[in-house]
Nanobody
Framework: QVQLVESGGGLVQPGGSLRLLCAAS????????LSWFRQAPGKERELVAG???????NYADTVKGRFTISRDNAKNTVDLQMNNLKPEEAAMYYC???????????WGQGTLVTVSA
């Protein structure tokens, strides 16, 4: 079964940290570029961070220097370390995998991050 399963969301105070984990199964993980998106209530889904098959990462300007994306092809996982979280970053965070050459993509079900005192 092709799937991405996120975990690690929860409640954190402003300025705190969380580490999100996405576990993949059912497809050749190492051949897919990976990303984390987020969507807050009433807002559009936005790209947070991405990492290529070669391990090159990119970030939204708003999270640069605070978030780190990493992948482990041996474990079929992609992590998102989030530091110094802000209240406006509370959202559902989604894991996404894409293989452009064959036009295939996979979305996870999301994990909820709440940033509140």
């Amino acid at each position: 079964q092709v799937q991405l399963v996120e975990s690690g969301g929860g409640l954190v105070q402003p300025g705190g940290s969380l580490r999100l984990l996405c576990a993949a199964s059912g497809f050749p993980f190492s051949n897919y570029a990976l990303s984390w998106f987020r969507q807050a209530p009433g807002k559009e889904r936005e790209l947070v961070a991405g990492i290529t098959t070669g391990g090159v990462s990119n970030y939204a300007d708003t999270v640069k220097g605070r978030f780190t994306i990493s992948r482990d092809n041996a474990k079929n996982t992609v992590d998102l370390q989030m530091n110094n979280l802000k209240p406006e970053e509370a959202a559902m965070y989604y894991c996404y995998a894409r293989r452009r050459a064959i036009n295939r993509e996979v979305w996870g079900q999301g994990t909820l991050v709440t940033v509140s005192a």
